[in-house]
């Protein structure tokens, strides 16, 4: 069988090119850009602060409040400013995916709050959100086991490839395309959404691949907050 071919050249388990900054944002406590592609994500963090309105207070513990937002110049067809249910989907998937790597009892009746900008589209940007907020909260010193990465899978047909662009995700030959968002800290999922159609094989197959490319995403990420610190 001929080998398949993606439309930008890239091999199967290659990931775009892929960079991250932290302290971009002087103001907030603490900021991370990350870019894969022309995929572009900015996270600000604020906090931890008194949570208002008082009656969303944990007393237990601190509470994670992510906010992602897509600027209406982010992809070709302006989208409307606010939020949208696509948004705030995203904004809890956000949360549920960096909450595992967060310790936040030392924070009760508290809110940790990022707020995730989207600068340019081109699929992905879920991921890129979580792993420039997972970079932000680690620069504003909030205690965390470790970072989080996050990366896409996709099939393509009956292909599997890391990190679909927005090409690739529109795929529509044969069995078509299948885009699988996932989380990892500590080589532990957080978050695995599954859009299309997977056998449990290529599952497994596609969940070695998202370990692979976390793994190269981390040390992007290491190198960042070095760099940041230096
Ligand atoms: O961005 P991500 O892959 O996490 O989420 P998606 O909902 O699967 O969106 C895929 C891509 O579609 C986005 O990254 C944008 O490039 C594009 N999109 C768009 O052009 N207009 C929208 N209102 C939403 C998404």
Not at 148 to 173: H, M, N, Q, R, W
């Amino acid at each position: 069988m001929a080998e398949f071919k993606r439309p930008d050249g890239r091999k199967v388990t290659e990931m775009r090119e892929t960079s991250a900054k932290v302290g971009v944002i002087k103001n907030a406590d603490g900021s991370a850009m990350f870019q894969t592609g022309k995929t572009i994500a900015i996270a600000a963090v604020y906090g931890p602060k008194k949570m208002h309105p008082q009656h969303s207070q944990n007393p237990a513990k601190g509470t994670l409040r992510c906010n992602y937002n897509m600027m209406s110049f982010s992809v070709t067809d302006r989208i409307r400013p606010g939020p949208s249910r696509r948004s705030t989907e995203i904004s809890k998937i956000t949360e549920w995916a960096l909450e595992p790597a967060l310790d936040l009892e030392k924070y009760p009746n508290m809110v940790v709050d990022v707020h995730i900008s989207i600068l340019q589209a081109d699929a992905g940007t879920r991921c890129a959100g979580i792993n420039a907020a997972s970079l932000a909260l680690a620069h504003a010193g909030i205690p965390m086991r470790d970072l989080v990465t996050s990366i896409s899978i996709g099939k393509l047909d009956k292909t599997l490839v890391v990190d679909l662009d927005k090409k690739e995700e529109d795929f529509e030959e044969g069995e078509g395309p299948t885009d699988i968002p996932i989380s990892m800290t500590g080589g532990k999922i957080t978050h695995l959404q599954l859009d299309g159609k997977i056998n449990g094989a290529q599952l497994k197959e596609g969940l070695k691949m998202a370990k692979d490319a976390c793994d190269e995403i981390y040390e992007i990420q290491k190198k960042a907050l070095k760099e940041a610190t230096q």
